[in-house]
Structures are given as C-alpha cells and as structure tokens.
C-alpha cells in the first residue's frame, strides 16, 4: 500500500519574472559563475536529497495494455512485472513499437492499463505522479504561453519551493536564458527539447521520466545536459526512467537496462550484465534497431 500523508500547510514560493531575469544577468558575467552555481545547486541536492533505500518504490504486476480499433484489439504490453528501487536509472530500450512509451505512460498515470496492477510505495500527498517530472517527446505546446507563463503555471501547481537563484541556473545551463518571453511554438526543434527538460525539473521531483531527451540537440549541448542530469539524480538520489536510443546517453546515465521485444521485457538487469551479452553498447542498439 501506498504511503499517503496528510496536506500540510506550506509556504509558496513567488517568483517575479523581474527577479528572474536579475538572476540570470548575474549568472550571465562569466562561465566560472555558472560552474560556481551549479557546484552549489548540486551540494545544495545533496542536503536535501532523499535518504537511500533498498525497498521499492514502484511495483508492476501482470500488466497488459491492449488498443482497440475497428473491433480489433493491439496487445502493446504483455505481462509486464519489474520493481523499480530508489536510485535506480533504468534505460528503456526496444524497436519502435516494442512499448517504451506506452510503458511509461501507464507509469506516470497518462494511460490506465487494460489489466495488472501498478503500486507506487513512496509517500504523497495527492496522487503519486506529484513526484515524478515528465518530459516527454511530445512538443506540443499552449499557443498563448509564453516560456514565462509556463514557469509561473508550474510552478503554482506544484507548490514549488525551489529559489529564483536555481530557476535562473536551470535555465542558463539549458541556454534558455534568452526565451524567457518567446512562446514555445517559436523555439526550434531543441530548444522545445530543452524546455520539456527544463519544466520537468520545476516540481523538483523524487522520480524523473525523460523520452529521448537529446533528439534535435548538438553534439556540445547533448555531452553537457547529459553530464548535468547524472550529476543532479546523484546528488538527489533520484529515480531516473528514460527511452533512448542513443549508446552514450544509456552508456552514460543507465545503472540498469530494460529492454522490450514486441510488447514483453526481454531482458531486465544492471547495465554492466545486459551490455556484457552483446559485447558494448554499440553491438546492444545495433542489434535493436
């Protein structure tokens, strides 16, 4: 059973864009102040993360997911069971179609399973996906926000409580420092890519759900996000669940691989077992595709 605990009255964090901007000027002076920061933000994880734990924190028994079309049925998920513990960074692989993105669908509560049973062990307050941030492929965007707007909205929703210093530095190691008042729908395909990054942050959660998050970015961008997003579940012992079809990406940010084969898990275990059967991570995608 599910730990639910009582709302407990807290103080909301108000952000200013005025305010934002000034931190990001500030940020903005040299490289050496973002490292700085960011070697601050991420002590700052390391105060407050979440204490380490053997259990599990998600459960998934007996899952099936099914589409219906025309009176035919497509079976996507087929008895799907795993544990999911605190700590872990599993990397999703499979071909197109294999489930991946259903999988995490039904895991973050955008899609109700055909049958099976997902239990989430961890404490919240309302509904278990409080502490997950999704970023999904999807750029799909509110046609009146603006980059602005959709800070404000989240942070709102959530009762954030992370600081306009940290809003700041999220967004200049993203380099969407310079959006701030554009709307989505006229950012390239990257800096779309960024924001879904950037706002799965906001809610500074406990389980972190990213969907090919490198699609669109350069090769100095992608080297850096990826080192970011390591550093940042390390220090806050968060839960990363990611698709990928990238070998540095899973390389880089897997403990454990789970990988699909037409609706079922082939193989699930840690990295260094399942790249060890196909010789590197290479011969693993290659074998995939």
């Known amino acids: 059973m599910h730990s639910k605990i009582k709302k407990q009255k807290v103080k909301k964090v108000t952000i200013k864009k ?11 002076a040299s490289e050496k102040v973002v490292d700085k920061h960011v070697e601050k933000f991420l002590q700052e994880c390391k105060r407050t993360a979440i204490p380490k734990k053997t259990s599990s924190i998600i459960t998934v028994r007996q899952l099936f997911k099914s589409f219906y079309a025309k009176k035919h049925e497509k079976l996507v998920l087929n008895n799907i069971n795993f544990d999911i513990h ?54 799909t965007f509110m046609p009146t926000f603006t980059v602005w707007d959709y800070i ?40 779309k890519q960024r924001l879904n990054l950037f706002l799965s942050f906001l809610c500074e959660p ?39 079809h990238d070998p ?23 990295y260094e077992k399942v790249v060890k059967q196909y010789k590197d991570i290479y011969h693993l995608l290659g074998e995939l595709a």
Do not use: W
């Open 86 to 139: 605190r700590g872990d960074r599993i990397s999703l692989l499979g071909n197109n179609g294999a489930g991946k993105s259903t999988l995490i669908h039904c895991l973050c509560g955008l899609l109700k399973q055909t049958d099976g049973e997902i239990k989430y062990l961890y404490s919240y307050t309302d509904k278990p996906t409080e502490k997950m941030g999704i970023m999904f492929q999807s750029n």
């Open 206 to 244: 406990d389980i972190l759900v990213i969907d090919e998050f490198t699609n669109n970015l350069d090769q100095v961008t992608k080297k850096r996000l990826i080192k970011f997003i390591y550093n940042y579940v390390l220090a806050k012992n968060i839960t990363l669940i990611f698709v990928s």
């Open 18 to 28: 005025r305010h934002l901007k000034r931190a990001i000027l500030a940020l903005l």
């Open 152 to 191: 404000d909205f989240i942070l709102k929703i959530y009762d954030s409580h992370i600081s306009v210093e940290n809003v700041a530095l999220l967004m200049v190691v993203l380099k969407l420092d310079k959006y701030i008042n554009m709307r989505p729908d006229n950012l390239s395909g990257g800096e």
């Open 248 to 270: 540095v990406e899973v390389s880089e940010l897997a403990n454990k691989i789970m990988i699909l084969h037409t609706g079922s898990i082939q193989q699930f275990d840690t």
